[in-house]
């Protein structure tokens, strides 16, 4: 990480990786659902 | 198409350009031409990648595709917020500390010359025979279904965009996406509403997700595994849309500059990833509802009368052909079932119901043979013409001419995007790279030229590839899948293997690229069963093992580098 990233602090929440957790979580949450519509619709 | 059809689109279209024309004033010079002096805001960001990405074929196609093939087109996505991530955590911060133009600019401070300039050329090679394809998909969609001529629509699809991007740059092309992306979700979301408030009373979004459901088409995550095993050929499952997709995407959002130019615009590092990650965020659901759209749609003809063939110009070359009498039995045939179909839709007979569909699978199979048949020389595919053939003929007035909209500046957004990045990698690439010093008001002007000069070759391509077979959106895509694994491979080395130099990198992306091209050729004939999607992870695995293999062998390993 260069010193320009450093100071650029993540908005909302204190570091980036929640953002990128967040992110994933979201993709996996999703990816649940859509198995429960295909289980429900199938 | 009604007057009020024709005055909802001509005002939209000029509008858009007046809009693009009054927001594009920009410095002349290359910061302000090509990164709108990188003051752009995350939502705009956004609205830049999204608009991007999202070509018209995405909103005549995606529904099509759910229509009869369901909703598992949407697992080629899953990679993509993984992308995001990784794009976030490497490529960006690396492209705004150089203060780079192009993508590939990158590739020189940490490779050599050579590298940078074949992987530039690999994206103007790819990206304007690809854009072409992208005006000439929805320009052949268009003029086959409303009887426009062809070349005029291939006009009107790539060339009125040519104006406001030409003028303004990249602040026009941001200006305009975030427009043009309200007015298709306006547009889109309307449709939907009109599939549903036309099916019968008691039949709701449920209902029909039950009746699309029983019929296969909400089939969301599918494995791609089947009694044999792994099928290495299926398309979209979530295996190849996870892994395949992360690189396909990766690839698209971290290599191609008409993605990496969105970016590039943005105000700080902070503005770039968040329009980023909002992506990785929306990406997923947006495809899921215009995919739902073709289920509902599906639903919809459940209720209603379904054409044997949608796309109805090549029901009239087949009505000219040696076919003709075939065709009209055939067609009373599928009449008398669809009457007796659309009076029977009850539980109680769904037996009943899944033999007639067998029946109308078999007649719609047979007007496909005979559109392949040589003599006759027909397009066999009807996926993209399915949503479009529903919005003519059960939307009102003026709607029809909103979502004829939509579909224009949906091709609009992706292609200004593409004019301006091909022009910036034209001109800093290659003629500024290669020539005398200039000075900023020649750079600007130049940078038009170049700009005008790709819009008119994408029309040009768009003329001669509007021919193309098979399914046009992933004609697109496989086109991508050629190159866009080898780019990235060079990518992740000059991020991940820092001992790796220039000559080792170049020597792998050639041979890589070249068995890359082989294979999809294998894959054609059906020697190798691999689908497009995969092309990409070997592309880019490809290029880091073997770029790792021969500096290993024939080069020292103390290179050049510049901090990633």
């Not at chain 1, 908005?11 to 659902?33: D, N, Q």
């Not at chain 2, 088409?217 to 595994?225: M, P």
């Not at chain 2, 459940?302 to 067609?331: A, G, R, T």
Request: net charge positive; proline share 2%.
């Amino acid at each position: 990480m260069d010193t320009q990233d450093q100071e650029e602090q993540a908005p909302l929440f204190r570091k980036w990786s929640t953002w990128y957790a967040l992110v994933i979580g979201f993709l996996l949450l999703m990816i649940l659902f859509f198995y429960f519509l295909t289980k429900h619709f199938a | 198409m009604s007057l009020a059809d024709w005055i909802v689109l001509i005002l939209t279209l000029l509008g858009m350009i007046a809009y693009g024309l009054y927001k594009g004033q920009t410095s002349r010079d290359l910061d302000g031409y090509f990164l709108a002096n990188r003051a752009v805001p995350w939502y705009m960001v956004l609205l830049g990648i999204m608009g991007t990405q999202a070509s018209a074929v995405t909103f005549l196609s995606a529904p099509g595709q759910a229509y009869t093939d369901g909703m598992r087109f949407v697992q080629y996505y899953f990679g993509l917020p993984l992308a995001m991530v990784v794009l976030c955590i490497t490529f960006v911060p690396a492209f705004h500390r150089l203060k780079v133009y192009t993508a590939y600019e990158f590739l020189e401070q940490r490779f050599d010359l050579k590298t940078r300039t074949l992987t530039s050329f690999l994206f103007l090679l790819q990206r304007g025979l690809s854009t072409g394809i992208s005006i000439s998909a929805p320009a052949l969609i268009l003029s086959s279904i409303l009887g426009w001529d062809i070349l005029w629509t291939n006009i009107f699809m790539g060339g009125l965009v040519i104006i406001y991007t030409v003028t303004g740059g990249a602040k026009a092309v941001a200006y305009t996406q975030q427009l043009q992306l309200i007015i298709i979700f306006g547009g889109m979301f309307i449709a939907g509403y009109m599939v549903i408030h036309r099916l019968p009373e008691g039949v709701g979004l449920s209902e029909a997700l039950h009746i699309g459901g029983k019929a296969g088409k909400v089939n969301i995550i599918t494995n791609g595994v089947s009694a044999k095993g792994f099928d290495w050929n299926d398309r979209y499952n979530l295996f190849s849309g996870v892994i395949g997709g992360f690189f396909l995407a990766l690839s698209y959002f971290g290599t191609d500059q008409s993605q990496v130019g969105r970016y590039l615009t943005a105000r700080s590092i902070t503005e770039s990833r968040l329009g980023l990650l909002m992506n990785g965020l929306v990406k997923v659901p947006m495809q899921f509802l215009i995919l739902l759209l073709g289920v509902l749609v599906f639903a919809f003809y459940q209720f209603n009368k379904e054409p044997v063939f949608f796309n109805q110009s090549q029901v009239e070359v087949l009505s000219k052909s040696k076919y003709k009498d075939s065709l009209v039995m055939l067609e009373r045939s599928y009449n008398e079932i669809e009457a007796r179909r659309i009076n029977v839709i009850t539980p109680s007979t769904e037996h009943q119901l899944q033999q007639m569909a067998t029946t109308k699978a078999g007649y719609k199979a047979t007007i496909k043979r005979w559109l392949r048949d040589k003599e006759v020389g027909g397009d066999d595919n009807d996926t993209n013409y399915i949503f479009l053939r529903f919005v003519l003929d059960y939307l009102p007035k003026g709607l029809i001419g909103l979502l004829i909209a939509v579909i224009f500046l949906a091709a609009w957004g992706s292609i200004a995007a593409t004019l301006n990045s091909l022009a910036s990698c034209t001109i800093v690439d290659f003629h500024k790279r290669f020539s005398r010093p200039l000075t900023d008001e020649k750079e600007f002007r130049l940078s038009r030229l170049y700009t005008f000069f790709w819009g008119v070759f994408c029309v040009v391509a768009a003329q001669l590839a509007y021919n193309l077979g098979n399914s046009l959106i992933e004609a697109v895509n496989v086109l991508g899948s050629l190159f866009y694994g080898v780019i990235l491979g060079v990518f992740l080395v000059a991020f991940y293997r820092k001992k790796v130099g220039g000559t080792a990198v170049f020597i792998s992306a050639l041979i890589v690229e070249a068995g890359v091209i082989i294979l999809n050729i294998l894959s054609r004939k059906g020697i190798v069963p691999l689908s497009f999607l995969w092309f990409n992870l070997v592309g880019a695995v490809g290029v880091v093992l073997l770029a790792e293999l021969i500096q290993r062998l024939f080069y020292s390993s103390k290179v050049n580098t510049v901090r990633p």
